[in-house]
């Protein structure tokens, strides 16, 4: 199994918006359990605990580069969460 190696960084909340229209641009589809594999914090809660990542068709999972770094990000109520090694 691959160790977490990408920590979570910012959000486009914060980040300038010419970065983050760069890096979705360029973004690639990737799955859930990608994301678990990558990015360290990103954790799935039990399912009698409600709605989870994996199961909420709204969200989406993405690698690309933020600001010349390889990321990975996730889509939840169209924000950017963002994750680089």
């Known amino acids: 199994m691959i160790m977490p190696n990408y920590r979570f960084i910012t959000s486009c909340v914060e980040a300038r ?3 983050i229209n ?3 641009e360029q973004a690639i589809d990737v799955s859930y359990r ?4 990558h990015c360290d914090g990103l954790l799935e809660r039990r399912k009698d ?4 990542l994996a199961e909420d068709w709204h969200v989406s999972y993405c690698r690309s580069k933020y600001r010349g770094k390889r990321c990975y990000y ?5 924000i950017e969460y963002i994750w680089i090694s």
């Open 17 to 19: 918006g010419s970065d």
């Open 22 to 24: 760069e890096m979705t």
């Open 34 to 37: 990608t994301m678990l594999r």
């Open 49 to 52: 605990q409600g709605l989870t």
């Open 74 to 78: 996730v889509v939840h109520s169209s």
